[in-house]
C-alpha cells in the first residue's frame, strides 16, 4: 500500500510517500480500506516528536473508509461496512494511509447522515467536542459560549450542543468563520476579534453564561471567560493556550478526549438526529500532504482533509 511515512522526527519535509506492507490486524483490530484522513492542528506536533514513537511511523489520528477485514476477537464489525475512527496512538501506523488497522474500541459505523469523505474528518473533533460537553453536564436551554467555534473541534462541538438543546453564543475566526457558525444555526456569531464582543456576550446572557468551552484562547478573551457565572463551568481540551481561566466559583475542566464504544454510541445517537456537517477547509492528495501540514498552522475553517481514494 502506499502510506505517509515519517524516518524521523521534524518539519514538513520528513513527510514522505512509500510503498509498505498492509498492516495485518490482530484479534481485536479492524482493517480499514481508507478513503479520507483528517489533518489535524496537532498533527505537527506529533511529527516533531511530541508524543515520541518507534520509527518508521505512519501518522494521522482519524479517518474514514470500509472495513476490509477484522480480528477474531471484533464484535459488531463486518467487513464491508463504512466506518470511521480515532486512533492518537496507532500502534500500526494511523489513518495516513491506504488500509489502518486499528483497536475496534477506537471505530464506530458511519451514520448515513454524514458524508462518506468528509467522516475522515470527524471522529477526532467529535470525540473531543463531545467528551467536553459531557464534561459540562448541559442541559436543554443552557447557555453556551464556544471559543474557536469555526475551528475543527468547535464547529463539530456547537452542532453537538445544538442537538442537545443548548443556546449557543459562537466566538468565530475571521468573515469566514462567523459565515460559517451562521450556517450551522449559532444562535449568535461573533468575530472573536470584534469590538463589540463583551458587549455581545451581555446582551445574550445578561447573568452570565451557564457554561463555555474554549477550543482557542487570547488574552482578548478572558473577558468572555469571566462572563461564566458562578455556579457554571469551562471545558477545555489539553493543548488551548494560554490555558483558559474563569472567575472564583467557576469550576475549570481539562480533558483528554478519549474513543471508546459507549461515547461513541452516544455520539452517533446525536449525529443520526439530521444531516451533519464535517467544514473542509482545505482538500489535498497524498502527494500535498507537506502543504497540508504548513497550512494546518494557518487560519482555516473547519478541518483539513487528506483524499485517499476517489
Known amino acids: 500500500m502506499r502510506a505517509v511515512v515519517i524516518e524521523r522526527f521534524g518539519g514538513p519535509e520528513v513527510l514522505k510517500i512509500k510503498e509498505t506492507a498492509v498492516p495485518t490486524p490482530g484479534r481485536g483490530d479492524v482493517l480499514i480500506r481508507v478513503d479520507s484522513a483528517g489533518v489535524g492542528e496537532w498533527d505537527p506536533w506529533l511529527r516533531s516528536g511530541g508524543m515520541g514513537g518507534k520509527m518508521p511511523m505512519i501518522l494521522g489520528t482519524d479517518g474514514a473508509g470500509t472495513v476490509f477485514a477484522v480480528g477474531g476477537a471484533v464484535r459488531g464489525f463486518k467487513v464491508g461496512d463504512l466506518v470511521y475512527g480515532y486512533a492518537l496512538d496507532a500502534p500500526k501506523g494511523g489513518f495516513y494511509a491506504e488500509y489502518a488497522a486499528i483497536p475496534q474500541g477506537h471505530v464506530a459505523l458511519r451514520p448515513k447522515t454524514v458524508d462518506r469523505y468528509e467522516a475522515g474528518a470527524l471522529a477526532a473533533s467529535a470525540v473531543t467536542a463531545l467528551t467536553g460537553l459531557e464534561k459540562l453536564e448541559l442541559r436543554k436551554g443552557d447557555s453556551l459560549a464556544i471559543l474557536g467555534?469555526?475551528?475543527?473541534?468547535?464547529?463539530?462541538?456547537?452542532?453537538?450542543?445544538?442537538?442537545?438543546?443548548?443556546?449557543?453564543?459562537?466566538?468565530?475566526?475571521?468573515?469566514?468563520?462567523?459565515?460559517?457558525?451562521?450556517?450551522?444555526?449559532?444562535?449568535?456569531?461573533?468575530?472573536?476579534?470584534?469590538?463589540?464582543?463583551?458587549?455581545?456576550?451581555?446582551?445574550?446572557?445578561?447573568?452570565?453564561?451557564?457554561?463555555?468551552?474554549?477550543?482557542?484562547?487570547?488574552?482578548?478573551?478572558?473577558?468572555?471567560?469571566?462572563?461564566?457565572?458562578?455556579?457554571?463551568?469551562?471545558?477545555?481540551?489539553?493543548?488551548?493556550?494560554?490555558?483558559?481561566?474563569?472567575?472564583?466559583?467557576?469550576?475549570?475542566?481539562?480533558?483528554?478526549?478519549?474513543?471508546?464504544?459507549?461515547?461513541?454510541?452516544?455520539?452517533?445517537?446525536?449525529?443520526?438526529?439530521?444531516?451533519?456537517?464535517?467544514?473542509?477547509?482545505?482538500?489535498?492528495?497524498?502527494?500535498?500532504?507537506?502543504?497540508?501540514?504548513?497550512?494546518?498552522?494557518?487560519?482555516?475553517?473547519?478541518?483539513?482533509?487528506?483524499?485517499?481514494?476517489?
Open 149 to 310: 467555534a469555526s475551528g475543527g473541534v468547535g464547529h463539530v462541538a456547537l452542532q453537538l450542543a445544538k442537538r442537545l438543546g443548548a443556546r449557543v453564543f459562537a466566538v468565530a475566526s475571521k468573515e469566514d468563520g462567523v459565515e460559517l457558525v451562521r450556517s450551522l444555526e449559532a444562535d449568535e456569531s461573533v468575530d472573536g476579534r470584534s469590538s463589540g464582543l463583551i458587549k455581545a456576550a451581555r446582551s445574550f446572557a445578561p447573568e452570565g453564561f451557564d457554561h463555555a468551552m474554549a477550543f482557542a484562547n487570547s488574552s482578548a478573551l478572558k473577558p468572555l471567560l469571566a462572563h461564566v457565572r458562578k455556579s457554571g463551568g469551562i471545558a477545555y481540551p489539553w493543548g488551548v493556550e494560554p490555558e483558559p481561566q474563569g472567575s472564583k466559583g467557576v469550576k475549570v475542566s481539562v480533558y483528554n478526549g478519549v474513543p471508546e464504544r459507549k461515547l461513541y454510541d452516544r455520539l452517533n445517537e446525536l449525529l443520526g438526529k439530521s444531516r451533519f456537517h464535517v467544514a473542509i477547509g482545505g482538500e489535498y492528495s497524498l502527494e500535498d500532504i507537506q502543504q497540508a501540514h504548513k497550512d494546518v498552522l494557518k487560519h482555516h475553517i473547519g478541518k483539513l482533509l487528506l483524499r485517499i481514494r476517489s
